[in-house]
């Protein structure tokens, strides 16, 4: 079976250009990059020319980029850090919409005695800047915002939260993961008010297992892993040289190919969207009215049941995910989805399409064609569902 991948904000497909660069790093040039021999020190230069690329996709200097090993580790390096650099700061700032490797770590803390304020988000997945504003004060030791939303693509006004974080934080460090935002929009650190940047390969045609945590010059970190010095001193381990040669080749190629190629595949995404939303009745597009990821398309049908929807578009070749977690046999709507009120049933039946550059029309034709049928048949099947589709 030919599949439709359409969950390109779970992960990607590894681009065969990025695959060629990496594979010459397996086998032939191994070195390690720390050692004095040329054997070493090929590896070196190919990893300097990665972090060139890296820099270059995100408007900085090839001295702020940090390899990690993943998004989770560059968000969970950042606030560390902060709470090293001011212990005797105790609140740290983030929304309800983040993902768990932000959000997660910040429940942690707030049982650990920190303050912790999650900003609200509105129907539309919007943050209220009135609520960060007066959130701020001179004890918040960082404040951390996705710069855009993995289950919905909601983008958040990044400049104008680190306006006022800069305006009322004393210092504090503003952090953005902006894992899905990069490759997707263009970003610019040269004139940004980001401290600190995650970001992570395998959502922009890189492998799995490789990150980077952006550090704006100047700014004071302590480091998550210690040990020896790679990284200049910020992140110890030996390199992943062939993950961060394919990182560089994927940045490469996202600043060559973003315009156009976002392009066309915001012409898809809103092909799908608009087909999808004419032939199936009670459907709503979560964070419709916002600013979104050009790639994202989040749907919610009324009075289906989204595991369902996805199982059956399965069976078909069609990939994409729900926004439902599934929590100890009960099946809990997305917290995402709940912090922006959407109602129970349609937080239920939502399913988000995530589209690449490696779709096409035919892609969508297949899904015009066949996700209309399966929510009909759900809807027959369920007793809410008959009930609605006779009133
Ligand atoms: C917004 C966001 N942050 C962080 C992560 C975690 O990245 P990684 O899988 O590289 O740890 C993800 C991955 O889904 C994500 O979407």
């Not at 040039?29 to 972090?51: C, I, L, T, W």
Request: glycine content about 8%.
């Amino acid at each position: 079976m030919n599949e439709i991948y359409m969950d390109n904000n779970a992960t990607t497909k590894v681009d065969e250009a990025v695959f060629k660069e990496m594979r010459p790093y397996f086998c032939e040039f191994y070195g390690n990059p720390s050692s004095m021999h040329f054997f070493g020190g090929q590896v070196q230069k190919k990893v300097d020319e990665a972090r060139n690329r890296v820099a270059s996709l995100l408007g900085a200097s090839p001295d702020e980029i940090v390899f990690t090993a993943c998004g989770t580790e560059s968000d969970n390096a950042a606030i560390r850090s902060a709470l090293e650099v001011f212990p005797e700061r105790r609140h740290v700032i983030t929304t309800r919409v983040e993902h768990p490797a932000v959000l997660t770590l910040c429940r942690n803390l707030s049982k650990r005695g920190y303050r912790v304020t999650e900003l609200n988000v509105d129907g539309e997945g919007r943050l209220d800047l009135d609520e960060l504003r007066r959130a701020v004060d001179e004890d918040t030791a960082i404040v951390s915002v996705m710069w855009a939303n993995n289950e919905t693509g909601v983008v958040f006004p990044i400049e104008e939260i680190g306006a006022i974080v800069k305006e009322k934080g004393k210092g504090a460090f503003f952090h953005t993961d902006a894992v899905q935002a990069v490759g997707k929009i263009p970003l610019n650190m040269a004139t940004s008010t980001v401290d600190m940047l995650s970001l992570s390969g395998h959502k922009l045609h890189a492998p799995k297992g490789i990150g980077v945590l952006y550090l704006r010059k100047g700014v004071p970190f302590r480091p998550f892993l210690v040990g020896g010095h790679q990284e200049k001193n910020r992140r110890a381990g030996t390199e992943n040289t062939v993950g961060i040669i394919a990182l560089g080749k994927a940045c490469e190629l996202a600043a060559r190919h973003m315009d156009d190629e976002n392009t066309r595949v915001k012409g898809m995404r809103d092909r799908l969207q608009r087909e999808l939303l004419s032939l199936i009745p009670h459907a709503r597009i979560n964070g419709g009215a916002a600013e979104r990821l050009p790639n994202t398309l989040s749907i919610a049908f009324e009075y289906v049941e989204g595991e369902a929807i996805l199982m059956l578009l399965s069976e078909k070749g069609i990939c994409a995910s729900s926004g439902s977690a599934c929590t100890s046999g009960s099946l809990e709507p997305s917290h995402v989805l709940r912090a922006m009120g959407v109602p129970f049933t349609c937080a239920h039946g939502s399913v988000r399409f995530s589209l690449s550059r490696f779709n096409t029309d035919q892609d969508v034709d297949a899904i015009i064609r066949e996700l209309p049928p399966v929510i009909q048949r759900l809807r027959e099947m369920s007793p809410f569902g008959r009930e609605f589709l006779n009133r």
